[in-house]
């Protein structure tokens, strides 16, 4: 037990009191001599006072500072101005019993609002960091203080290549969660998390991070122990990491604690690419406004057998359906879906004959949310380049000629979620072995099939049509 840190930290508490004190001493002795009124000896009584318990915050503030943790510029700055507080509230008190004139009072008065100010600024950047107090100023503000304006904000993410894999995932979860206690001027453990060039250098225990093996990273350690564990982290009380924003930090160590590039360099499998478009929150809803095709491309569109709908009335995003026309899906068609690619959010090219090719153009589709091949001839392999398209949450299958091998690939998708399969070539055994990671939910007709095989399917909790 450490009895010096357990009185050191009373500085917190302490410290308060020479706040209010010496702020209400210094008003009182300005408004006194401001009125003309005659001084109360009270005033010398609330000076001693404010001096003595300056006196004991700075002696705290001196054990607290004896741990690890603070910057030993910040430490000096804040200590200094402290022990200034203390020296001029002493100051105030012996001089002010003594009928002073209006000069002293005005200035010395003037002096410990200002040394309060600053001790109390110094004390805050030691514990929040240093751009506590203008974090949210006006970029004037921050100029006058000598900050620099705030950054531009990072466009909204409706993609997941448009993510940055540190700057979007990592940085904002570090900001958010650990900042308070891991910055530039506080260095709890000696790690600060301000930056990846300070991640990388580590903390005082043990490695903080090691690419690929995130079990023997302390940062996963730390976040992964009992809330209640000595040396869980985020420590005294703070808000902890959600089991998302665990399992998104375990996937970025477990690829190689990378520090820049498109999160999809990065994902190689259907459960961390649902977990990472759950964390953007990734739907229609979340994409950013785009202006409308021409009325050229429209007309194009129609020529070319699709069935143009806008999804929503107030948005310029499209579901294009071409399975009730009988043209085909020519390279012209293929073109045409590539100059407005963008507005793409929905596609139905249900009964018509696909093959590789078109699946490499769909694919490039950066927006498309929902895909119907229902009754076409698509194959497995020509399925293949779909696991490209990373908003693609919704894909329909049902009698096609994919097979077995499709249900590993399944896996394979970025943010797939919904996946039918009924009147295929996958058979009911492989179907019922088969599991996909994340939150996607495979759809397997069971008509035709006995009662048993309806309820192997239930018990492993797969909806059956």
């Not at 609330?46 to 500072?65: D, P, R, T, Y």
């Not at 021409?294 to 020529?303: A, I, P, R, T």
């Amino acid at each position: 037990m450490d009895l010096f840190q357990f009185f050191a930290r009373f500085h917190v508490l302490v410290l308060h009191l020479p706040i209010g004190i010496l702020m209400l001493a210094a008003v009182l002795e300005m408004a006194v001599r401001f009125k003309e009124q005659p001084r109360s000896a009270l005033l010398n009584i609330v000076w001693f006072w404010g001096a003595i318990s300056a006196v004991a915050a700075c002696v705290l503030g001196w054990m607290l500072s004896q741990a690890d943790g603070y910057s030993t510029e910040a430490i000096f700055i804040h200590r200094s101005f402290g022990i200034s507080v203390a020296i001029a509230a002493w100051i105030c008190w012996w001089v002010f019993k003594r009928n002073s004139p209006p000069v002293a009072i005005y200035s010395l008065s003037s002096i410990v609002l200002a040394l309060l100010f600053s001790t109390g600024h110094y004390g805050a950047n030691m514990t929040h960091g240093e751009t506590y107090l203008v974090e949210y100023a006006p970029n004037p503000i921050r100029q006058i203080a000598g900050f620099s304006p705030h950054k531009a904000p990072r466009p909204p993410i409706t993609s997941l290549a448009q993510a940055d894999v540190y700057l979007d995932v990592i940085s904002p979860l570090f900001e958010k969660r650990c900042a308070s206690c891991h910055n530039d001027s506080k260095q709890k453990g000696g790690l600060n998390l301000a930056s990846f060039a300070s991640l990388q250098q580590g903390g005082k225990s043990g490695d903080t991070l090691v690419p690929g093996n995130p079990e023997h990273s302390e940062l996963y350690q730390r976040i992964t122990l009992d809330h209640d564990a000595k040396g869980y982290m985020p420590a005294e009380g703070k808000k902890p990491l959600t089991e998302q924003e665990v399992a998104v930090i375990k996937w970025w160590i477990t690829t190689g604690a990378p520090n820049q590039g498109p999160v999809t360099e990065f994902v190689h499998n259907q459960q961390h690419k649902s977990l990472l478009s759950k964390l953007f929150a990734i739907h229609s809803s979340s994409l950013a406004d785009i202006p409308p095709i021409s009325d050229e491309q429209y007309q194009q569109l129609v020529n070319a057998g699709f069935v143009v709908k806008q999804i929503a009335q107030n948005s310029n995003y499209l579901d294009l359906d071409m399975s009730i026309s009988e043209l085909p899906l020519s390279p012209d068609t293929l073109t045409l879906l590539g100059a407005v690619k963008s507005h793409v959010l929905y596609l139905n090219l249900a009964k018509k004959s696909v093959n590789k090719n078109h699946m490499e153009v769909i694919a490039q589709l950066p927006n498309l949310q929902k895909l119907r091949l229902e009754h076409s001839n698509v194959t497995t392999n020509a399925l293949a380049p779909l696991k490209k398209a990373a908003n693609l949450y919704y894909l329909n299958l049902f009698a096609t000629q994919v097979d077995n091998d499709v249900l590993p690939m399944l896996n394979e998708f970025a943010a797939l979620q919904q996946v039918y399969l009924s009147a295929s070539k996958v058979d009911a055994e492989a179907f019922e072995r088969h599991s996909l990671s994340g939150d996607t939910k495979m759809y397997y007709s069971a008509l035709a099939r006995n009662d048993a095989k309806i309820a192997q399917n239930n018990k492993h909790g797969l909806k059956v049509e």
